[in-house]
């Protein structure tokens, strides 16, 4: 693709050499350049790409996009200078890849929890409803039956127009992806068209990254103000900052709730720990998903779909057979009656939703045991308040271990001890080996009792020291499930 082309849309304050150069690939990482690269210096949160220009081109680059041009420049090479690099970067991936996010109807989802459910959700009931579907989640990529591994909540712009090309060529019809607050920060949605979004809820989370909870807020909303008029914006009307979303954004506004006024509504009349009977605009449904947070993950799903178009009825039926996403509210049940439930659940809010819906489904004299780890080098504020709320809702808790990746593990459940109110500090153990901590819940609980493990939900690794050991908690529990039939 000529130079001038992969620009459209850009604004470029100047530039040095050929417009006309032919460029063969883009790369934001100078490792990955090669004779015919464009190489797109982006200042990211730990590294300046600004620092590896020479890099890229000894390696073969023949463009340079950058905020700041190089002291040396040399002929053979074509220097653009633009005000953001970030966004450049993903006009032209958008550009390089003819913009496949403009001939697929694509739907973001974003929220502090509930991305990953919803999205899969609707992955999974359009699949249902006949449509070949593309999928953009933190457990996996997915163009129809084919799955990609995840790396990314949201992956850098060149991998994913790459992503939306190839489903686009594989003849999907709409795409479902999460949409983090980094992604949006980072620029990497930027030149993306959406059909239409979808708010879940904000809590506390990333605070380590975006530095103040405004910011964060800030982030998601940038998402809305960004999306044109031809797209739809759907929000939780239930959450305080629901409305904020829809503030400048130019999109048709929605919004669904099961308290406040909504134009999409919906109720719980039954619940129990293999599904709830749900009344959504007066429809009565059995779904086998369990909880308040996922009565509002089935609304937004619900919600979005009528939004796309779909019949009334059919999404209805659809919705009746689907499942959730891996690890998130997996339950599993060993032959003495102990239940064990999986979940991803890493922020305060995410632990309290899970923990009240398990005690509100739990039969009288069944305890809660809880499993508790914090991820290392995250959001260091949430750890004392993850491990009160833990305490509040629990009989018994075990910190222990998550993702400590460079800190120490002992480090990590120190602060959240101090989150331990002192009336709970007997029935509160510290065992750093997070196996062992598994295996400690299932010898504490009784018949009947409820075992929560949470934080790591789908991962099959734990990183530590930057190694990632393969570790899989629905795994582990199986083995202490199979040792004890």
Known sequence: MLLKDLLHGIPVQEYQGELETTVSSLCLDSRKAEVGSAFVAVRGHQTDGHLFIAKAISQG?????????????????????????????????????????????????????????????????FGKLGYHVGLLSTVQNQIGERIIPSTHTTPDPISLNALLKEMLEDGCDFCFMEVSSHAVVQQRIAGLRFAGGIFTNITHDHLDFHGTFANYIKAKKKFFDDLDRFAFALTNVDDKNGQVMLQ???????????????????????????GMLLQIDQHELWVKLVGHFNAYNLLAVYAAAILLEQETMHVLTALSEITGAEGRFETMKAKNGVVAIVDYAHTPDAVENVLETINGLRQEGQQVLTVLGCGGDRDRTKRPEMAEVACRLSDKVILTSDNPRSEEPGDIIKEMEAGVPAEKKKNVFSITDRREAIRAAFHLAQ???????????????????????????KEELIKIFNEHN
């Open 61 to 125: 680059a023949t463009v340079v996009v950058a905020e700041e041009l190089p002291q040396e420049i040399q002929a053979a090479v074509t220097y653009v200078l633009v005000p953001d690099s970030a966004y450049a970067l993903g006009v032209m991936a958008g550009n390089f890849y003819g913009n496949p996010s403009k001939k697929l109807k694509l739907v973001g989802v974003t929220g502090t929890n509930g991305k990953t459910t919803v999205a899969t959700l609707l992955f999974n009931l």
């Open 248 to 274: 400048n954004t130019f999109a048709h506004r929605k919004t669904y709730g099961l308290q406040q006024m909504a134009d999409f509504k919906a109720k719980i009349l039954e619940s129990h720990f293999d």
């Open 447 to 473: 018949a009947g009792d409820v075992i929560l493990v949470a934080g790591k939900g789908h991962e099959k690794y734990q990183e530590i020291k930057g190694v990632k050991n393969h570790f899989d908690d």
